[in-house]
């Protein structure tokens, strides 16, 4: 199958086009970060210029358009809201218009921060209401995605994973302060159900695999706090130095508001499809495989 990947360059793309590379055609598009990716293809391409992305798609001709590309920042989609916008719902229109017109089934990558979080255990039928600018912006790419293609299936996801250098995530960052042994504080009440991007990968890939369509929760089968994942990442990356309390969940002033549980319950991918959703400990075992043993394919330039 001929795939493209947009956002190739970001946490989830680049782990998606290595999976994917093993048994399809890849392309996968970046905005800032250029990547040499073997056995795949890479373009620039900005997701909200309709005639860039017509130009760079239509010769192509792929089957299947996975969206990753995305503003992600929580605490900078609330500072520019026109901005995340226009990349998170603008942007999807636009490629989302361009994969019809081309025939190609449409994947949008959404988050589980469209829902307000006030009581967690998320049915792909429950009413979405979200708290920040990033959760509005991407709920309103799901009605663009819907809108504007036939043949799109949406994902509601939470995720964890590694970045690519030059770039530091949020996993850099914790398991380099565990190691350091700094004091951090992790609310023990707030939750989620993330998925390791490579786990996330092989069921995007299953799904477009089986051409399925419509919408589908896919995050890990138990919810975890945010404290007990710090613990967990923890005991995997640095046993004896992490100092990690736990305190009650709340707003941390000058940020997005965030909201408190946002797990989600991903029973429809088992009973429609068969897709067993992975436990977090196997994630966070292959998440150490992956630095323990690191990629030589990385950014080449910006």
């Known amino acids: ?34 990547l040499n990716i073997p056995g795949c293809s890479m373009f620039p391409l900005d997701v909200t210029n309709e005639a860039e992305v017509r130009g760079r798609l239509k010769p192509l001709a792929p089957e299947a358009v996975i969206h990753t ?40 990558i959404s988050t589980d ?30 009605e663009a995605a819907r809108a504007n293609c036939s043949q799109s299936l949406i994902i ?9 250098p030059p770039r530091v995530g949020m ?11 700094k004091p951090m504080t992790r609310f023990v009440d707030q939750h989620s159900t993330p998925l390791y991007t490579g786990q996330l990968s092989e069921i995007i890939l299953r799904l477009v695999e089986l051409a ?33 309390q736990p305190v009650p969940f709340r707003q941390i002033d000058g940020l997005a508001q965030r909201p408190q549980d946002t797990s989600l319950r991903s029973q429809t991918i088992q009973q429609r499809l068969g897709i067993e959703v992975p436990r977090l400990r196997p994630g966070l075992f292959d998440l150490k495989r992956d630095l323990e043993e690191p990629t030589k394919e990385g950014a080449v330039g910006r």
Request: with cysteine; proline share 2%; net charge neutral.
């Open 113 to 142: 921060y469209v829902f307000d979080g006030r009581r967690g255990d998320y049915r792909e039928d429950d009413q979405p209401n979200p708290v920040n600018q990033y959760g509005t912006s991407k709920l309103l790419g799901e």
């Open 69 to 108: 590309a995305a503003l992600t920042d929580v605490d900078e989609c609330e500072r520019s809201p026109e901005t995340a916008r226009r990349i998170n719902s603008g942007g999807t229109k636009i490629v989302a218009t361009i994969s019809e017109e081309l025939g190609a089934r449409f994947v949008y």
């Open 1 to 34: 199958m001929r795939i493209v990947v947009t956002g190739g360059s970001g946490m989830l793309g680049h782990c998606l086009m290595r999976v994917a590379r093993q048994a399809h055609e890849v392309w996968g598009s970046y905005h800032t970060h250029a």
């Open 171 to 181: 996993m850099e960052g914790l398991v380099a302060a565990l190691r350091a042994g």
């Open 212 to 244: 399925a369509t419509g919408l589908f929760h896919v995050g890990a089968m138990e919810k975890v706090s945010r404290y007990e994942f710090s613990r967990q990442v923890a005991a995997l990356f640095a046993a004896g130095c992490a100092q990690i």
């Open 156 to 164: 509601r996801t939470s995720m964890y994973g590694w970045k690519l």
